[in-house]
T-cell receptor, first 113, second 115 residues
Framework: GNSVTQMEGPVTLSEEAFLTINCTYT??????LFWYVQYPGEGLQLLLK?????DKGSNKGFEATYRKETTSFHLEKGSVQVSDSAVYFC????????????FGIGTKLQVIP | ETGVTQTPRHLVMGMTNKKSLKCEQH?????MYWYKQSAKKPLELMFV???????ENNSVPSRFSPECPNSSHLFLHLHTLQPEDSALYLCASSQETGTGGETQYFGPGTRLLVL
């Protein structure tokens, strides 16, 4: 079956530091890949996505590239802000009819001033 | 504001109570979901409704009973819950086209505590 692996954290960074959150996956087909973010007291919201190999998703300074050869979708940001403190979830979904979304465990990011 | 609302936001109930969680989506989507979010565990998919028909029931105990009266509303009826059912219950919706790249839109969740 499908699975997503990401570090649990917390990851603690100083403001303006570089961020990488690793995500690797196993899937039987050709999935779409997602990063969702959950701010305190809120539900998840889409941060970015990529639907095929070598696509790069980007939003709010965050980027992730769909790497089929390494089955990875690592999240990066060049300069984090305190407001980026949240939990980040990597997820995948196969195509073709109804397919459920498989989520990683979530990585908590804390950015300190 | 994601277009998905959930009520109540917080709920405390005893093990013998009956309560219901409500979800409403204002996005015109054709699929709705219930997830359970517990600390240090991946999101657990509980139920999926597509075009108001249940398409997935992820081995959820019968003390959880979903209801989808129309494409905009989803309920989760709770009865004789256990303390281990305490969690954040998230509702989501999406517009399914079969491509797999559809985004799910989540509500803020109901924080449930079972005493």
């Amino acid at each position: 079956g499908n699975s997503v692996t990401q570090m649990e954290g917390p990851v603690t960074l100083s403001e303006e530091a570089f961020l990488t959150i690793n995500c690797t996956y196993t899937a039987t087909g050709y999935p779409s890949l997602f990063w969702y973010v959950q701010y305190p007291g809120e539900g998840l919201q889409l941060l970015l996505k990529a639907t095929k190999a070598d696509d790069k998703g980007s939003n709010k300074g965050f980027e992730a590239t769909y790497r089929k050869e390494t089955t990875s979708f690592h999240l990066e940001k060049g300069s984090v802000q305190v407001s980026d403190s949240a939990v980040y979830f990597c997820a995948l979904r196969d195509s073709g009819g109804y397919q459920k979304v498989t989520f990683g465990i979530g990585t908590k990011l804390q950015v300190i001033p | 504001e994601t277009g998905v609302t959930q009520t109540p936001r917080h709920l405390v109930m005893g093990m013998t109570n009956k309560k219901s969680l409500k979800c409403e989506q204002h996005l015109g989507h054709n699929a709705m979901y219930w997830y359970k979010q517990s600390a240090k565990k991946p999101l657990e998919l509980m139920f999926v409704y597509s075009l108001e028909e249940r398409v997935e029931n992820n081995s959820v105990p019968s003390r959880f009973s979903p209801e989808c009266p129309n494409s905009s509303h989803l309920f989760l009826h709770l009865h004789t819950l256990q303390p281990e059912d305490s969690a954040l219950y998230l509702c989501a919706s999406s517009q399914e086209t079969g491509t797999g790249g559809e985004t799910q839109y989540f509500g803020p969740g109901t924080r449930l505590l079972v005493l």
